[in-house]
T-cell receptor
Framework: GAGVSQSPRYKVAKRGQDVALRCDPI?????LFWYQQALGQGPEFLTY????????KSGLPSDRFFAERPEGSVSTLKIQRTQQEDSAVYLC???????????????FGPGTRLTVL | DAKTTQPTSMDCAEGRAANLPCNHSTISGNEYVYWYRQIHSQGPQYIIHGLKNNETNEMASLIITEDRKSSTLILPHATLRDTAVYYC????????????FGKGTKLSVKP
């Protein structure tokens, strides 16, 4: 069956460019998460959507980062004026459950590896 | 959410059981123990979770001590494909749902 897909898988950007990373969650999944994973580290939370509502964006590192999920399915993470420190793997995960559920099996996509030169 | 402590790395011989420990001494009563793993160049994959009883599924077994301050993930017959970073995560019931990953344990299964 279809899992979580992300595109592009790899993105190289020059410093200062804007990038947009796409996530297609599993159909019907209510919750959607974005994580950032630096080399050699575990993933770190960026933002959370419940359907189309962005309920938590506390993990976004700066106002250059923006995420949306306008119809409650596909989500886009946008990074404006990319900097070298933005280089990382960006992971998207979806979950059938809404927030507050004790059942939290998250399904992760393969990630987008962003390299900023 | 409670903090977890895991060894940085472990080795296991192919076909033998891999026992991955996790310390979560500050866990509270409504917090679950979750295990995920991440194979190189892939996203994390859910393995198993538990509250206080031992759990088993097709992938692994989870043994939680009676005081819930530690747990062990057991892969009964490790294969080369089980080489990955294993993350032990404590997750609070009623929380938003975002996972707090540490650095995990790098398990290397050797032939």
């Amino acid at each position: 069956g279809a899992g979580v897909s992300q595109s592009p898988r790899y993105k190289v950007a020059k410093r200062g460019q804007d990038v947009a990373l796409r996530c297609d969650p599993i159909s019907g999944h209510v919750s959607l998460f974005w994580y950032q994973q630096a080399l050699g580290q575990g993933p770190e939370f960026l933002t959370y959507f419940q359907n189309e509502a962005q309920l938590d964006k506390s993990g976004l590192p700066s106002d250059r980062f923006f995420a949306e999920r306008p119809e409650g399915s596909v989500s886009t993470l946008k990074i404006q004026r990319t900097q070298q420190e933005d280089s990382a793997v960006y992971l998207c995960a979806s979950s059938l459950a809404a927030s507050g559920s004790p059942i939290n099996e998250q399904f992760f996509g393969p990630g987008t590896r962003l390299t900023v030169l | 959410d409670a903090k977890t402590t895991q060894p940085t790395s472990m080795d296991c011989a192919e076909g033998r059981a891999a026992n991955l420990p996790c310390n979560h001494s500050t866990i509270s009563g409504n917090e679950y123990v979750y295990w995920y793993r991440q194979i190189h160049s892939q996203g994390p994959q859910y393995i198993i979770h538990g509250l206080k009883n031992n759990e088993t599924n097709e992938m692994a077994s989870l043994i939680i001590t009676e005081d819930r301050k530690s747990s062990t993930l057991i892969l009964p017959h490790a294969t080369l494909r089980d080489t990955a970073v294993y993350y032990c995560i404590v997750f609070s019931r009623g929380s938003q749902g975002n996972l707090i990953f540490g650095k995990g344990t790098k398990l290397s299964v050797k032939p």
